[in-house]
């Protein structure tokens, strides 16, 4: 079982998309962190996320760590970040995102000014990656 929390209430969930119905519906000033890391969220749930997460104006932190989540859900997050003008804190490490993903939101940094902490250890990015993010971190401001 799943616990979601935002603010002071949490809910229980007994299976991922449950958690995704109930941020798709959630009243917008509900919501402004969740917790989701260690569910084994595939990357259909994953992109429907990030979709979420592009057009949501309240959640300020997101964790979706040790997920698995791979290139796929990557790339969708980093779409995500360069449309959501709220989100402040992204926990993704260990989700083996490779360098597709990796170089796709080293990318979407250079559009958002309002993400201050990412967390990506343990991706398996390599060294071009590496770079793209050195140079995106110096045009970031935030």
Known sequence: MSKVSWQ???????????????????HDTLLSAFSFGSRNI???????????????????????SCNNLGNTTGKAL?????????????????????DEAGMALAGALKANATLQRLHMDNNELGEKTGKAWATALRTNKT
């Open 78 to 98: 980093a779409e995500a970040l360069k449309a959501n003008k709220t989100l402040q804190s992204l926990f993704l490490y260990d989700n083996h995102l490779g």
């Open 42 to 64: 595939d990357n259909e749930t994953g992109v429907f996320v990030a979709r979420l997460l592009a057009s949501n104006t309240t959640v300020k932190s997101a964790y979706l």
């Open 8 to 26: 002071s209430h949490e809910i229980f969930i007994i299976i991922p998309i449950f958690f995704v119905v109930i941020f798709q519906h959630v």
